[in-house]
């Protein structure tokens, strides 16, 4: 399912946090938004769920404008992974997945087999189905969101927008959080992730998007969208990227 975005522009109060953003994210993509603290990235993805009304353009699934859909509806197409935050009840990880079948049943019903079913097949999936009756608040940031993700995939939903999902992970779940995102793009999801580390674009991303002051300053493939000059007006420091067998690594010419 494509995320068509056309001529977006949202405003806080009279500061406009997003002018005129287009752009197209397509059906087996994984797609990286970049950009520094307060640009706009999340804002972003709040317009799409409809959390944030925008002050203009349109914002279509598959030819569909969500705009004019329900929540219920608006939720079969999309679904955001957050960061993670602590909870204050404890859920099991079973039913923290289980909460993503909610938007298919009516008001006062209750989950039946074929919703646990879903829950089950998307615990697999990311393979953490061996934390299904473990409380979700006992496990390691890094299983927590991929529990996020299973969420998602259980919600059916076949646009994931993953709003900074390793920023509170350490080395090794960042890259099991972004080897999840890339293979399922790979299985056909359509996957918008937005990140502040431009290393995850080059390693992860099939196109790379960057944001500055709420406009779209560049978007294409991840090596012609990442370059020096480009970081250093994204994030006002001077950076190199230095070529590897395993390809380009973006370092801080303060760290030579």
Known sequence: MSLVIENLSFHYGGREVLHEISFAAEVGELLAILGPNGVGKTTLFKCVMGLERPCAGRILADGTD???????????????????????????????????????????????ERERAAARAALERVNVAHLSERPFDRLSGGEQQLVFVARALAQQARILLMDE????????????????????????YTVLLSTHDPQHA??????????????????????EVVTA??????YGRKIALVDTPQGPVVVPEEAG
């Open 165 to 188: 999902p390793t920023a509170s992970l350490d080395y090794g779940n960042r890259l099991r959080v972004l080897g999840a995102a890339r293979d399922l793009a790979r299985d056909g």
């Open 202 to 223: 080059l390693w992860f991303a099939d196109r790379a998007l960057a944001l500055h002051q709420g406009r779209i300053l560049a978007l294409g493939a991840p090596r």
């Open 229 to 234: 000059d480009l970081l250093c007006r994204l």
């Open 66 to 112: 969500l705009s004019a859909l329900s929540p219920r509806a608006r939720a079969h197409r999309v679904a955001l992974i957050p960061q993670v935050h602590p909870l204050s009840f404890r859920y099991s990880v079973f039913d923290m997945v289980l909460m993503g079948t909610s938007h298919q049943l009516s008001s006062f019903a209750v989950p039946g």
